[in-house]
């Protein structure tokens, strides 16, 4: 996850380096990943609007 605030500049080099992590260091995507994984597709704020709705709802 991405901070919308960061310049694009910083959101294209964090990008450029997790595309292929799985595939140029292993260890470091079990690291970031917290376990296996197939790599790292970006996704919009969107992705997350079910995951709000039900926290805001376990708060009232």
Do not use: W
């Amino acid at each position: 996850v991405l901070r919308s605030a960061l310049p694009q500049d910083v959101q294209d080099k964090i990008y450029e380096l997790t595309a292929n992590l799985h595939v140029t260091d292993p260890d470091c995507a079990y690291g970031v990943a917290a376990g296996e994984t197939a790599g790292f597709t970006p996704i919009g704020h969107d992705a997350y609007e079910t995951i709000i709705a039900v926290r805001r709802s376990q708060m009232n």
